[in-house]
């Protein structure tokens, strides 16, 4: 037996949490997904179907008639087109093709599709490290990425999410295989619709990936110019205008609504420093999370070891960004899942299994409040559970707690790095 197959038969002999605890969570994320359409068609009074892709469409059709579209609503309350002027274009042509019905059907079918390629992508790393997984867990990792709570409001919703998941996901694997142009251009496209991703390009420089950030320059200053050439400046101007109006910043001072969905370290800071200007709480939150990412990045060992670090900076930004909420979970799948199958062992690796747990899990008061109202649960019971998580959830959001569980886990399997050699996974050139 070679060396390189001798250390990879070591590496899988010590593998990860027991198979059960980890098939559990990727089964209970299952579950949470199937509980997502059951609430809404028989507890809530409002289903929320499609409302964000309303204002996508509403968008997209002001464009076809010439008019102006940044910051239009539907109609529906606390819902408008806030993205950057060129995202829109991913609309138009369901606009187009008819109603925002038949849209609606469309945007279904290419978030379903985005989706199934996270998770394909998400087992072929996977399977490139560590060998084909039993079909068993090819069906849980698949069922993760397509069919979770967060994913199932994604889709519900209209979001363009598990696109961006995609990129983001597509970002790592290309780099991983010397396709740095790849990597950068799908880092700036994602950055062109949600903004956030721009931030990876300090990961860019971590990893020395100089033809991938030149690549994500180019293609995020050429999307740019040529919103700005179709919509022209004003388009910007206004985007900028309405996305001051509506940043969520103002939301984090004084007391806060525990069903705002925030995923954000502001949040539980509104509460600790009530003093401090709300601005600051991004820059406290990068501050306190700074040794954290820069320990894992410098303990970074292999294939495992870049994962980890991605995994790390996603999670960072997510927590540092006030606008980050719990739809974007979807955008950890692909790193979080390479760890819970090629580096769960020993210490950390349960943190990483909870921390998924409770990720998955976008569970608000008024949730609770809505069944146990409609059940007729007893005023005793009532009056009891929902003060302590109103009170609880006020303060952190379930995936917010899942997200700090699994900066510690990666942060405790730091400190192992075990003697493993990557199989099947050429790392970028520019390591």
């Known amino acids: 037996m070679s060396p390189d197959h001798r250390s990879l038969h070591r590496h899988r002999g010590r593998t990860t ?8 969570v990727l089964l209970w994320s299952l579950a949470g997904g199937f509980l997502v359409p059951v609430y809404y068609l028989l507890f809530a009074d409002v289903s929320h179907l499609a ?8 968008a997209a059709e002001a464009v076809l008639r010439g008019e ?11 819902v408008a087109y806030v993205y950057p002027p060129l995202s829109v274009a991913l609309f138009v042509p369901q606009a187009a093709v008819g109603g925002w019905r038949t849209a609606f059907a469309l945007q279904t079918v290419v978030n379903l599709a985005a989706a199934v390629a996270v998770s394909a992508l998400t087992l072929q790393t996977i399977e490139a490290h560590s060998g084909r997984l039993p079909r068993t867990d090819r069906v849980l990792v698949t069922g993760l990425c397509v069919g979770s709570a967060p994913i199932a409001a994604v889709i519900g919703l209209g979001q363009v999410d598990t696109l961006v998941a995609l990129a983001l996901a597509g970002a790592f694997v ?11 251009a799908a880092l700036a496209g994602a950055a062109l619709v949600k903004v956030f991703p721009a931030a990876l390009g300090l990961w860019l420089v971590w990893r020395r990936a100089w033809r991938a950030l030149t690549a994500a320059l180019v293609t995020g200053l050429a999307g740019l110019g040529l919103g700005a050439l179709w919509f022209g400046l004003d388009a910007y101007a206004r985007y900028l205008d309405v996305l001051a109006g509506r940043s969520r910043v103002s939301e984090f001072a004084g007391s806060m609504s525990p069903n705002f969905f925030a995923m954000t370290l502001s949040r539980p800071l509104s509460r600790a420093l009530p003093g401090v200007d709300p601005m600051l709480y991004p820059l406290i939150s990068a501050l306190a999370l700074a040794p954290v990412v820069c320990f894992v990045a410098c303990s970074e060992r292999g294939f495992i070891g870049r994962v980890r670090t991605y995994l790390v900076v996603l999670a960072t930004v997510l927590l540092v960004s006030p606008a980050s909420n719990t739809l974007y979970v979807a955008y950890l799948y692909f790193p979080l899942c390479c760890l819970l199958y090629a580096d769960s062992a020993g210490r950390g690796g349960w943190l990483l299994v909870v921390g998924t747990a409770l990720l998955t899990v976008p569970l608000q008061p008024a949730h609770v409040a809505t069944v146990l109202s409609t059940v007729g649960a007893p005023p005793p019971f009532t009056t009891w559970i929902l003060p302590a998580l109103r009170t609880t959830l006020g303060v952190v959001s379930v995936p917010l707690v899942g997200l700090l569980v699994v900066l510690v886990g990666c942060a405790l399997r730091a400190t192992h790095c075990p003697d493993t050699v990557d199989v099947g996974v050429r790392p970028s050139k520019s390591d």
């Open 51 to 58: 409302w964000d892709f309303r204002a996508y469409h509403a």
């Open 68 to 78: 102006s579209f940044v910051g239009i609503s539907p109609g529906i309350p606390g």
């Open 17 to 24: 949490t027991p198979g059960t605890a980890r098939r559990a």
């Open 174 to 184: 290309a780099l991983e295989r010397g396709r740095d142009d790849v990597a950068g």
